[in-house]
């Protein structure tokens, strides 16, 4: 099933970049439906806007938090059917109602990219707080985004080693390089429908499984 993708991005955009080339090259069976930025400079709307992707800014400053949320989902409304809200350097936080809102029912509509190994390091700074603190092992993962500060359910994470000879920049470049192989890929598990949540009766949150690729007919 081809996925159909909202992009939400606040930034430089590399995340969008990589999942659309990733559906240029046939590896993501996927259709980004709408670009949205909360930051109307940011220069992931001329990448969605290059691409002929409809790309609106819609900036949150100077109206409550209730007001831009509406204005989102508005525009999601407009650029429906969308099955899949993608966050990809999304630098915000949803309140509980816009991700009930925006989930309309399925735990597994929204999805983020995070740059560490949840639950360690959450918030801004994954990359710099990870540095900072002097992991050996780093790493980046995607999750399903609940109404807390990335700690929804994890669908995929990879790992990194922090070489004792790394910069901050050698870090971050090694862990985003990884993000962009990471993200594709769990895109295209929620393509296959391949991803499940197992509700273990003795866990609080849900457990992310993965069924096996189908073989050959
Ligand atoms: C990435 O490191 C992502 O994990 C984090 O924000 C950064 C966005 O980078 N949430 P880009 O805009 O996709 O280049």
Not at 178 to 204: G, K, M, T
Request: net charge negative; aromatic share 6%.
């Amino acid at each position: 099933m081809t996925l159909r993708m909202a992009l939400l991005a606040s930034g430089r955009g590399s995340n969008v970049q990589a999942i659309l080339a990733a559906i240029a090259e046939g590896r993501l069976d996927a259709h980004a439906a709408c670009l949205i930025s909360n930051i109307a400079e940011a220069p992931v709307l001329d990448i969605g806007r290059a691409a002929g992707i409809p790309s609106v800014s819609l900036p949150h400053r100077g109206q409550s938090r209730e007001a831009h949320e509406d204005q989102i989902l508005a525009a999601l409304e407009a650029n429906g059917p969308i099955d899949t809200i993608v966050l990809a350097g999304y630098m915000r936080l949803f309140s509980p109602q816009a991700i009930q809102a925006l989930g309309n029912g399925n735990p597994m509509r929204i999805i983020n990219i995070h740059p560490s190994l949840l639950p360690a390091f959450p918030g801004t700074k994954g990359y710099e707080d990870a540095y900072t603190y002097g992991v050996k092992v780093a790493g980046v993962t995607v999750h399903f985004v609940d109404s807390g500060l990335d700690s929804g359910p994890v669908l995929l994470q990879r790992s990194f080693p922090r070489l004792d000879t790394d910069t901050l920049a050698e870090f971050r470049a090694r862990g985003l390089a990884l993000e962009h192989a990471l993200y594709p890929e769990a895109l295209q598990l929620l393509a296959e429908n391949r991803v499940r949540f197992r509700y273990d009766s003795d866990a609080s949150r849900p457990y992310v499984t993965i069924l096996p690729a189908e073989g050959p007919a």
